[in-house]
């Protein structure tokens, strides 16, 4: 008997279109043999479809970097399944399009609601096995200023930074400018604390433009974080959960990313198709590939992590050390993205990695019931 797996995609968060990319990959490549797909799509306004991504895909704007990849056709039924906790709860059905429970939900869905911890309570809340880290690490890894503190803790290091709060900016801008040009300087990164894809991220260059990023990310999020600016380049690695749990998480050939703008923003992440270039493997020494495995293998179990993460370092190009980024549970997963590519370059085909990521959701599930 096939396993039943729910691909579920879409969601409200600024990632919305990257996951309807994700999941359309995740779609094709899921092995037909061992497995019924079920795609459930979250809309913009969270309304809950029983339909594959090409559906909902057609209600957004298509992102220009992926108009090459190929069309996933999948059999849709774009009727509403609006109380979408509910049919998860209880296993309901909609007699068009599937009878009973699924086995395994897998959210390919990026950003808040979504790699924050939500989806994954409510699906511990229905008992349901799911793909990836649960909530405790979900949420922290999405909290830039909560996982930098965890990640400190643990002796990693983290670019310098200052959180800044809506309501303490509303009552004392000057202050708090004046605190982050004393402690940090220019230029420097304005990010919100939650969310991904660089929505909402800004390099501040002149003081001036301090309030005007601040406010703009202050859109996405009632934190934000202000942070040092270091010239960098991009390193980024894939950990998996070890199916032996006594074992280290397993860590990935090392990757690079040199994007051709200013910085790796969402323009060059999605927008423009010469918006970056990847390197696997990264150009760097033996020690340096076996310093930043180290580094992605402590975030990993330094925040919990289950499933699947994608750490992203920063290296220094003047001190020659390596930061800790940031960490994305939910990482994109289309064919092109860095995780399921690193991974291909470390031997495990695309294919075969959503197998041991059903797998481990299922282990999962097995040994805490
Ligand atoms: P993702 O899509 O990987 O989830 P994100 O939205 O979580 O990204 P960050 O990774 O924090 O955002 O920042 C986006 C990009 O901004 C980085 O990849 C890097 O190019 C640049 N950047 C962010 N912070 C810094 C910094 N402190 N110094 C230099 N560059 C930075
Ligand atoms: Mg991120
Ligand atoms: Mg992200
Ligand atoms: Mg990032």
């Known amino acids: 008997k096939k396993i039943r797996v729910a691909v579920l995609y879409g969601g409200r968060s600024g990632e919305h279109e990257v996951s309807l990319q994700s999941a359309a990959s995740v779609i094709r490549y899921l092995d037909k043999e061992k497995y019924e797909i079920i795609p459930i799509g979250i809309d913009k306004t969270g309304r809950w479809h029983l339909s594959g991504p090409e559906v909902l895909a057609s209600t957004t704007k298509a992102l220009p970097i992926y108009r090459n990849m190929p069309e996933v056709v999948m059999p849709s039924n774009p009727d509403a399944l609006s109380t ?24 390919v869905m990026h950003g808040t609601f979504s790699e924050d911890g939500t989806i994954q309570g409510l699906l511990e809340l229905a008992d349901v096995p799911y793909v990836g880290c649960g909530v405790l690490a979900s949420a922290v890894g999405m909290d830039k200023d909560i996982a930098k503190r965890v990640m400190r803790d643990a002796g990693l290091q983290v670019v310098p930074w200052v959180t800044v709060r809506n309501g303490e900016w509303a009552r004392n801008p000057s202050a ?23 929505v909402g991220v800004h390099k501040v260059k002149t003081a001036d433009a301090l309030a005007a990023a601040i406010n703009d990310a202050l859109r996405y999020d009632t934190k ?3 942070e040092k600016a270091i010239s960098v380049r991009e390193i980024e690695l894939s950990v998996l959960e070890n199916i032996q749990l006594s074992e280290e998480p397993l860590v990935s050939v090392v990757g690079e990313v040199t994007p051709t703008h200013e910085f790796y923003s969402y323009e060059a992440k999605y927008l423009d198709e010469n918006g970056a270039a990847l390197h696997i493997p990264a150009l760097l020494t033996p020690t340096q590939m076996k310093t930043a495995q180290d580094i ?4 990993f179990t330094a925040l919990e992590c289950e499933g699947l993460a994608r750490v992203d370092l920063f290296l220094d190009k003047e001190s020659g050390e390596f930061y800790v980024n940031e960490i994305n ?41």
């Open 329 to 369: 549970t939910l990482p994109g997963f289309t064919s092109i993205s860095m995780y399921p590519k690193l991974w291909e370059a470390s031997g495990i085909s695309y294919a075969d990695l959503l197998s041991k990521l059903v797998d481990l959701a299922l282990a999962r599930h097995t040994r805490k019931s």
């Open 84 to 107: 979408g906790v509910v049919a998860l709860a209880s296993g309901a059905s909609t007699p068009t399009t599937f009878n009973g429970k699924f086995d395994v939900v897998f959210p």
């Open 296 to 299: 992605a293998r402590c975030v």
């Open 176 to 198: 708090l400018e004046a605190r982050i040009a004393k402690e940090l300087g220019f230029p420097c990164f304005v990010k919100p604390a939650n969310a991904g894809s660089s």
């Open 224 to 226: 934000i974080l202000v």
